[in-house]
């Protein structure tokens, strides 16, 4: 089974803080995304990653930025935490592109910026 | 930008109702997935649809893709508590290659009360 692990399930910070949230998948997966998750949007990604320190820009990057140094970890930093980046933030992971290729999930950290 | 509107946002029944969700978009899609989250976990993949007018069954869940592959319904027959959930559905656009990015809508929150 894959195992996508987050390192943090909570994590409380203060306004203007340098924020990183960690990911890790077991599963030599060559495609790791981040997304947030808030309630009545959905998820919205915010990077992903195709390779070793390759990466892209999703649809809501501003604000953060991300590292993938090695296959098996994916990293989102918040460069100066804001409220509005209070959310639920979800890792995946997938072998490759395409429908036979799904998604696989950590269970999520919840960052609330005070 | 592709996107993909679910509806109804909520939905509290009894047990033993049946009830449909619904997933729609103007856009075409390669392939669609079905997830479903329970509270502290991350999504985990239901189906994936491919061919359009294609209907898979997973127990008392039926998952169909449209015609023109521009939306898809999850069906639940006879529903149980163990069903509730968060369901998300995710489209896989035709020019998105290999990434494995998908584009998800604002989710489904399911009650199924004893």
């Known amino acids: 089974d894959v195992k996508v692990t987050q390192s943090s399930r909570y994590l409380v910070k203060r306004t203007g803080e340098k924020v990183f949230l960690e990911c890790v998948q077991d599963?030599?997966?060559?495609?790791m995304f981040w997304y947030r998750q808030d309630p009545g949007l959905g998820l919205r990604l915010i990077y992903f990653?195709?390779?070793?320190?390759?990466?892209e820009k999703g649809d809501i990057p501003e604000g953060y930025s991300v590292s993938r140094e090695k296959k098996e970890r994916f990293s989102l930093i918040l460069e100066s935490a804001s409220t509005n980046q209070t959310s639920m933030y979800l890792c995946?992971?997938?072998?490759?592109?395409?429908?036979?290729?799904?998604?696989?999930f950590g269970n999520g950290t919840r960052l609330t910026v005070t | 930008t592709q996107l993909l509107e679910q509806s109804p946002q909520f939905l509290s029944i009894q047990e033993g109702e049946n009830l449909t969700v619904y997933c729609n978009s103007s856009?075409?899609?390669?392939?669609l997935q079905w997830y479903r989250q329970e509270p502290g976990e991350g999504p985990v993949l239901l189906v994936t649809?491919?061919?359009?007018?294609e209907v898979k069954k997973l127990k008392r869940l039926t998952f169909q893709f449209g015609d023109a592959r521009k939306d898809s319904s999850l069906h639940i027959t006879a529903a149980q508590p163990g069903d509730t959930g968060l369901y998300l559905c995710?489209?896989?656009?035709?020019?998105?290659?290999?990434?494995?990015?998908?584009?998800f809508g604002q989710g489904t929150t399911l009650q199924v009360k004893p």
């Open positions: 995946a992971s997938s072998l490759v592109g395409g429908w036979n290729s799904p998604l696989h």
């Open positions: 599963m030599d997966h060559e495609n």
């Open positions: 990653s195709y390779d070793v320190k390759m990466k």
């Open positions: 856009s075409v899609f390669s392939s």
């Open positions: 649809v491919v061919t359009g007018g």
């Open positions: 995710a489209g896989e656009g035709l020019g998105s290659g290999n990434t494995g990015k998908l584009i």
